[in-house]
């Protein structure tokens, strides 16, 4: 199996990988956020730069350091992480988008912090919209040959275990591969290790794990490189 430290087997190709958790700001002081930390989108980066990738690291408010060699973009939200992204995934051979982007945003951001009013009990009901799905997006024009993969966490609920929902967002975003994080158990955010199973487009399944994340990065990448190799 390749992925081992002086392989190099990504040597010549360009990858961006999207990490983080975006946060979409309601006034001057305050957002919403999520508890991604970006560790996995981190290892991700660092497995491909250590086997001879070029690597651009879309980073939206990583809690761990970004590694070194790679090229790091700084995005804060959603709007500002698909700019990123498009922006650099013309010419890159893969997109990875390890990075949890807000579904939702509030509609409005005022310019001046919300107050409470001192007079009265009321709180402010905040609107949401829809931010645009980057993933679905990527896979929907990728060039011919870009392998576009896209993470998961899902839950089983009385609608299908996790699987079937992996399966049914894969077939929905396009992408190449779906990487499906169990969350079930709640485990899974901050921590060093995980279980994934790698969905392809093409049928395939691979459960990884429990593993770190480095581990699970290059599973990630092996099965981009076989993708590569076909193209
Ligand atoms: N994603 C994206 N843009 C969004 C939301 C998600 O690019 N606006 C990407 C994530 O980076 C991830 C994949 O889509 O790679 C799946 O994210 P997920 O939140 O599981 O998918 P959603 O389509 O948002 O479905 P759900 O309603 O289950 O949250
Ligand atoms: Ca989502």
Not at 5 to 22: C, F, H, I, M, Y
Not at 91 to 111: C, E, I, L, N
Not at 179 to 206: I, K, W
Request: net charge negative.
């Amino acid at each position: 199996r390749p992925g081992g430290p002086e392989v190099r087997d990504l040597a010549g190709r360009r990858v961006v990988v999207s990490a983080g958790g975006t946060r979409e700001p309601l006034d001057p002081v305050r957002y919403l956020g999520n508890r991604s930390s970006g560790r996995q989108g981190v290892a991700l980066a660092a497995r491909a730069a250590a086997r001879g990738a070029e690597v651009v690291l879309v980073a939206a408010h990583l809690e761990v350091p970004a590694p070194t060699g790679v090229r790091v973009v700084d995005v804060g939200d959603a709007r500002e992480l698909r700019a990123a992204v498009l922006a650099e995934r013309t010419g890159a051979d893969a997109v990875v988008m390890a990075a949890a982007v807000a579904d939702f945003r509030p509609a409005q951001v005022t310019t001046a912090k919300i107050k409470k009013d001192p007079a009265t009990q009321d709180a402010p009901v905040v609107a949401l919209v829809r931010n645009p799905d980057v993933l679905a997006e990527l896979a929907a024009d990728a060039p011919e040959g870009q392998v576009v993969v896209g993470f998961a966490a899902e839950t089983g609920d009385e609608d299908g275990d996790v699987l079937a929902h992996g399966r049914a967002k894969l077939a929905r975003k396009g992408c190449d591969l779906l990487v499906v994080n169990d969350v079930g158990g709640g485990a899974v955010f901050g921590r060093d290790e995980s279980t994934v199973v790698l969905l392809g487009r093409d049928g395939s399944e691979r459960t990884v794990g429990p593993a770190p994340k480095e581990l699970v990065a290059d599973a990630v990448w092996d099965a981009v490189g076989e993708r590569l190799g076909r193209g």
